[in-house]
């Protein structure tokens, strides 16, 4: 069993975030962004970022919402989110950006994998893996990866005009190296908790249906999007990614 306190917190962490995904799905049905997929992007990161993200949005993310490129337009002036938002946070958007991506698929996986213990035989438990969150960790890459290539197509194609080809392989080249290094912090810090902080402090790990799980999960999050800072700094600094 956890310690009640810690429980307590889980529930705490896990209500923050559930309330700053609620606040900000409000305002981008109320002032959707320019960006569509960003109506996605910031109440998913909201979940796991909590107030983090929630400042970050309305400090820079009404920035970039349909009426303020509609009144930039009409003065025949850049977009202020092009203008008036700094080159480190246009990256950490860009890192969000994968990031919500790898929430959805990680998500989906773990309670496919829950649900349905056989998925993660065919990912390769008892096969390739004698633990099965390795092979659920396998599942999590294929479904955020997918996810992640969707969201980086709707956010590429309509800032470049590419055609559908054109924009799945900048779509791949986009995600994939921000993907990998996020799940990079996921998968460690994951590995952390569940080898060494749940077995000292319950005796145990924390399974897929507890709140403790999901809590490791929200921090879980926080640490790929560390460990995809740079590789984002490079990737929108390059051009390969778009500056949001």
């Avoid at 109320?30 to 569509?36: I, K, L």
């Avoid at 509609?70 to 994968?98: I, S, W």
């Avoid at 929430?103 to 056989?118: Q, T």
Wanted: charged share 10%.
């Amino acid at each position: 069993m956890f310690p009640e306190w810690f429980h307590v917190l889980s529930i705490c962490a896990l209500l923050l975030g559930a309330a700053c995904s609620l606040l900000l799905s409000v305002q981008v049905i109320r002032h959707p962004q320019h960006m569509t997929v960003m109506n996605v992007v910031w109440p998913v990161c909201a979940l796991f970022g909590t107030v983090a993200v929630v400042w970050a949005y309305y400090r820079y993310g009404r920035l970039a919402t349909m009426e303020a490129h509609h009144h930039a337009m009409e003065r025949d002036e850049k977009p202020p989110n092009m203008t008036q938002t700094p080159f480190p946070v246009m990256v950490g958007k860009g890192a969000l950006h994968c990031g919500s991506g790898c929430m959805l698929g990680d998500v989906a996986a773990e309670w496919l994998a829950f649900l349905v213990p056989a998925v993660a035989v065919w990912f390769g438990w008892h096969s390739l893996f004698e633990e099965k969150m390795y092979a659920v960790w396998v599942l999590d890459f294929v479904f955020a990866y997918a996810l992640g290539i969707v969201f980086q197509y709707y956010a590429i194609v309509p800032m470049r005009g590419l055609s559908p080809g054109q924009g799945l392989v900048a779509a791949v080249k986009a995600d994939t190296l921000s993907l990998i290094s996020w799940q990079v912090g996921m998968y460690g810090f994951m590995a952390l908790a569940q080898f060494y902080v749940f077995p000292h402090l319950a005796g145990q790990r924390a399974p897929v249906n507890s709140v403790e799980f999901w809590a490791a999960m929200q921090l879980a999050m926080v640490a790929g999007f560390l460990t995809s800072y740079p590789v984002n700094w490079w990737l929108v600094g390059s051009g390969i990614k778009e500056r949001m």
